[in-house]
């Protein structure tokens, strides 16, 4: 099971327990080139102090001599862990008591240079070794001091294991605290998962919008697509009461002629075939209605480029009988980012419409007006301004010599309602017929 908050808990464990090593490493070697960096300081200023005490005699052919009792009385206790050697160019050197028992190898410095080593000494201790090349009174030398960092890294060892304790403990309280955090962030999805289940049996139509602002997108395109089908359902309700309508007339009338006993035979059969004939328009405009609206997954957006010559082709075979021209205009980066079902029973109805009365052209525009405007027009008889109030009435048709049960422009009314649009009819000042207009506002 692919969980969200076991990947969040082991990827942050993991990152902790990896900036925990690398602050302990941090701080193991800051601590070891801090003591590092303060005893070659401190040599260093103990060769200064050497240097000052080294006195050189009037004779070059005599040895210079070091003033011993100027210095840390250190380096005249054998093996006391502080030691230096003094080289003398071109030959000749002085070395302190301490270090008789470790042979000191170190290179000829010119005057000015600086040198640092770290070095094991004759029985494996560590030594820090500095390293100068000075000139006095007209001689050049080489001054090395050393000393025995054993104690000093015996104390910083301890320190180490003081700060590894204190970082485990540091990673133990932030990986306690990590969890009870990252649980309940966690924790607030459950609001989510309540109110789906409040939505599965009834007693909630959508989902709280209160959840983090993370998934707050996530719940609020949901609840659209809640409306949405809600919605279609409606809409799906509406068309199969409205064809169970249509059909209830006519089926009267066949059970009537069936039962009436004045009519003769040939007027009974007339009947029951002019019945039967109107039963038989009304479950294909039906089905011509849900050609129309094609096929697509809910809350595919409709594309109009691709959708309209469809459409036209599909009106086209539907009204095979007679000759029209549909011509169509889109503006530049116009497109109807709306569901594409909507759309297709929205535009498939007006066309069919337009389509129904033509005498031959029809005419669709779609172009940006803070919002989408769709007009579709055509060359027929148009319509009265008294008549436009009625076009949009359930079951209403205008021309009962035209085949339909007059459901088209409502469907569209209704469509256009759910996106909070608007509806109109006007007369074609172009084709001098009826002209419908669709403003659609831009979502969200």
Not at 65 to 85: N, Q, T
Not at 105 to 111: K, S
Not at 136 to 141: A, I
Not at 152 to 174: D, G, N, P
């Amino acid at each position: 099971m692919n969980s969200l908050e076991r990947s969040l808990q082991i990827g942050l464990v993991v990152s902790l327990i990896v900036l925990m090593l690398i602050f302990w490493w941090t701080g193991a070697l800051a601590s070891k080139l801090l003591t590092h960096s303060f005893v070659f300081s401190r040599l260093e200023s103990e060769a200064d102090i050497l240097v000052s005490a080294i006195e050189f005699p009037e004779l070059r052919i005599d040895t210079p001599k070091v003033g011993v009792s100027r210095l840390s009385p250190a380096y005249e206790i054998p093996s006391s862990g502080k030691y230096y050697l003094v080289r003398f160019q071109p030959k000749g050197e002085s070395v302190s008591r301490s270090a008789w028992d470790q042979a000191l190898q170190i290179p000829a410095l010119t005057p000015g240079q600086k040198r640092t080593i770290s070095l094991d000494g004759r029985a494996g201790e560590p030594l820090l070794l500095w390293l100068g090349g000075f000139s006095k009174q007209g001689h050049e030398f080489t001054v090395a001091v050393a000393e025995d960092i054993s104690p000093i890294q015996e104390r910083l060892t301890i320190f180490q294991w003081y700060f590894a304790a204190i970082s485990f403990l540091l990673l133990v309280a932030l990986l306690v605290v990590q969890h009870v955090i990252v649980r309940n962030s966690v924790r607030k999805l459950e609001a989510i998962r309540s109110d789906m289940n409040r939505l599965e049996h009834g007693r909630a139509v959508s989902l709280s919008e209160d959840v983090p602002s993370e998934v707050l997108p996530l719940v609020r395109e949901f609840n659209r697509l809640l409306l949405r089908f809600d919605q279609r359902l409606r809409q799906s309700r509406n068309s199969v009461g409205n064809l169970a309508h249509s059909l209830k007339g006519p089926l009267n009338l066949l059970l009537r002629s069936s039962e009436t006993q004045h009519l003769s035979e040939s007027e009974r059969q007339a009947s029951v075939e002019q019945n039967a004939e109107r039963i038989r328009q009304l479950i294909e405009s039906e089905l011509k209605r849900a050609r129309l609206a094609g096929r697509g997954t809910a809350g595919q957006i409709f594309d109009l480029d691709a959708e309209l010559p469809l459409l036209c082709g599909l009106l086209e075979q539907e009204y095979s009988h007679k000759t029209f021209d549909i011509r169509w205009s889109l503006g530049q980066g116009v497109s109807l980012a709306y569901d594409r079902q909507d759309m297709l029973e929205l535009i498939g109805n007006l066309l069919d419409n337009a389509v129904k009365w033509c005498k031959g052209v029809v005419l669709v525009n779609v172009r940006h007006a803070d919002g989408v405007l769709l007009e579709v027009e055509d060359d027929g008889p148009g319509c009265s301004p008294d008549e436009y109030s009625r076009l949009v009435e359930r079951g209403i048709r205008l021309d009962e010599s035209v085949s339909g049960h007059g459901l088209g422009l409502s469907i569209v009314k209704d469509i256009v309602d759910t996106y909070n649009g608007t509806l109109s009819f006007g007369r074609s000042s172009r084709l001098d017929g009826m002209r419908v207009s669709v403003f659609l506002p831009d979502e969200g």
